[in-house]
């Protein structure tokens, strides 16, 4: 069973976090969420990311945030 995580913004912080999430077999990234324009936002590992107001719908979809 994985770590289901997302993250909360997009800058040079969480794509280090993104990183380390790619490097552990035990975590999977889930989301990224952002106040920019979410169809901006191109992630390393391909996830998607989502606008802020999407946050209440992945509840039950993540374990972790990362602000």
Do not use: C, H, W
């Not at 800058?11 to 990234?29: C, F, H, K, P, T």
């Not at 191109?42 to 039950?60: C, H, I, Q, R, W």
């Amino acid at each position: 069973m994985s770590i289901r995580i997302g993250i909360l913004g997009y800058g040079n912080l969480s794509r280090g976090v993104e990183s380390a999430i790619l490097q552990n077999s035990d975590m999977e990234l889930v989301a990224v969420f952002t106040r920019r324009n979410p169809e901006s936002i191109k992630t390393k590992s391909g996830v998607p990311a989502f606008g802020m107001t999407e946050l209440e719908n992945y509840k039950d979809k993540i374990d972790v945030l990362v602000l």
